[in-house]
């Protein structure tokens, strides 16, 4: 099973769902792909039990024989200083790569193709924030919405579907990670970052290739599940989720103590050189 940008820490993240997932599941491999906890926006504030629980719960599948593969995103991207970092059966790594039935698949988070990410880590923080305002914003509008009986919308999925710089940047994100993948004779490549779940064929000059996106647990509620042969999305049945009446006001702690600081271009140089070895 692969599951990706679950942002903890935050208060869009959907913790006790993913608990539930979780416990219906038992996975021989479990790949963790990056933005599991949320560094950029964490604050001693807010870490609720169930936050908690879902790291004790991971842990304890680890304890309990389950391979678990720790994927560092660009949200987490201070634990990339522990790669290779192993604690039984769980290890912390930067990319992945794991021979299903005789192919080779290719897991990285796919912040490595964010040019915004590289170049201007202000503006990815900021967007960071404006998004977490905008699911604040989405809750508050479903809830309305519901009372006067009607169905629950995603805002920020009509902007990205919407705006036709979204929409170009996700398909060049996918058809970059492919081209990349392709060149290394992969038949997978498994990516998170851009929170859009999908698995399609991707055409390029060189070839056709599996592109897989886990998307995330803070709106799409999906993970990635590899059975019999076959892979699949999976989403959580969200008509399951409860909208609080209450929207709670975010406050941001100043997390860039317990951060460390990278030089992104020296990072993204590194970052290159190390897929390309």
């Known amino acids: ?108 988070h796919g912040d490595v193709f964010d040019v915004v990410m590289q ?22 509008v479903n809830y309305i919405r519901g009372t006067f009986g009607r169905g629950k919308v995603s805002l920020s999925k009509k902007i990205k579907d919407n705006v036709k710089s979204a929409v170009k940047y996700i398909n060049n994100f996918e058809e970059s990670a492919a081209r990349m993948a392709l060149s290394k004779g992969y038949s997978y490549v498994i990516c998170g970052h851009i929170h859009h779940a999908e698995i399609r064929q991707v055409a390029t000059s060189s070839g056709d290739i599996t592109y897989m996106n886990s998307g995330d647990w803070v709106e799409c509620l999906t993970a990635l599940e590899y059975h019999k042969n076959k892979w699949s999305v999976y989403h959580y049945p969200t008509e399951k989720i409860i909208t609080k009446k209450k929207i709670v006001e975010k406050e941001l702690d100043d997390f860039e103590e317990a951060m460390v600081e990278f030089n992104n271009k020296e990072l993204f140089k590194k970052m290159l050189k190390e897929f390309n070895e």
């Open 1 to 108: 099973m692969v599951v990706s940008d679950i942002h903890l820490g935050t208060y869009a993240c959907h913790a006790k769902e993913l608990l539930k997932y979780l416990k219906g599941i038992n996975p021989k491999i479990l790949v963790l792909n990056g933005d599991i906890i949320d560094i950029w926006q964490f604050s001693k504030r807010y870490w609720p039990k169930p936050h908690m629980k879902v790291i004790k719960y991971i842990i304890g599948m680890a304890a309990n024989g389950t391979k678990t593969y720790y994927i560092t995103g660009n949200h987490d991207e201070m634990l990339r200083k522990f790669e290779g970092f192993k604690l039984g059966s769980l290890e912390i790594v930067n990319k992945l790569v794991l021979e299903l039935d005789g192919k080779k698949a290719w897991f990285f």
């Open 119 to 140: 170049n201007t880590k202000w503006l990815a923080k900021a967007g960071a924030i404006g998004y977490d305002l905008l699911i604040h914003v989405n809750t508050f």
